[in-house]
Each structure stands twice: as C-alpha cells, then as structure tokens.
C-alpha cells in the first residue's frame, strides 16, 4: 500500500494580523464593491508611529498619477522620539500594488461615483499594509435602509434568544 503525501497549497488560515487603525465611518458612507490589500512605502519614524498604534484614516483617499498608487490625508502623527529625521504627518505615501489591480482600481474610477478609501491599516508578519475599497458613496435614504435592516436583525436575534429562554415576547 503506498502512502501518498498531501502537500497544503494554500496559505496559513489564521495570518495574525495586529490592527492599528481602521476607518469604520467608511462602511457606512459608502457602498464597498471591492477591497485590495497594499503594501506601504514608509519612513523608519512612520513605522515606530505606526508600532505603537497611532494613526487615522478617516480623512484618507487613494489616487491614481502615472500609473502608481498614492495614499493621501492619511495622518500618522510624527514620533515622540524622532529627531530631525522625524516624518511630515500628512504626506502623500506610495502603495505596491500589482500592475491588474492599479489598471482596475483606475477604470472603475474613472466611472462617476466611484472612489477609493482607507479601511484598515494593519501589519502583517511585521509588513504594514493597507486595506482599501473600492468604493461608490451612499444616498441618505441608503444610510436610513441600513441602520433599520440593522435594528429589525438585532430585534429579531432578541426574539429568538427570549423563545428559547421560554420567557414570552
């Protein structure tokens, strides 16, 4: 009987991933379409700042110029204990994406009503990296849709929780 070996092509399941900041306003702005994963271009002072979990992606917005990736109004303030090589707060920072996921991100776009926002910026096996979305902003009457699907799911959780304590609605 001959043993065959499995060999796991697919990454680890679990990647720990230590959360710095995330943008939990955009969820509700905007409807997500798409999310990539980018690596960051950063300065030695932004990565300390990063460390020790300051950042803030609210004002925060992508854009494509010359066929590159630029993170813009990311704000990661500067390090306690920089010097003069300390980094400016709010400078344009360069992201690594693929050439597809560039050419992607810029025909959608180019669409009206389409942008790309911040939603998490995070390390991975000690890389930072961002999550952004693809994103196209919502209505008013979008936000009130949402906000009462959300109150009818978390009534109708109450509801069964009651029933199967035995107590009555």
Known sequence: MARSSVKSGAKQDAVERKLVASNKKARHDYHIEDTFEAG???QGTEVKSLRMGRASLVDGF???EGGE???HGVH??????????NHAAR???????????????ERKVSEKGHTVIPLSLYFVKGRAKIEIGLAKGKKSWDKRQAIAERTADREKQEAIGRRLKGMRD
């Open 40 to 42: 960051m271009v950063l």
């Open 62 to 64: 992508v854009d494509i």
């Open 69 to 71: 990736a630029w993170l």
């Open 76 to 85: 990661i303030p500067e390090y306690a204990q920089g010097t003069w090589t």
């Open 91 to 105: 400078r344009k920072r360069k992201l690594l994406l693929n050439r597809a996921e560039i050419d992607k991100i």
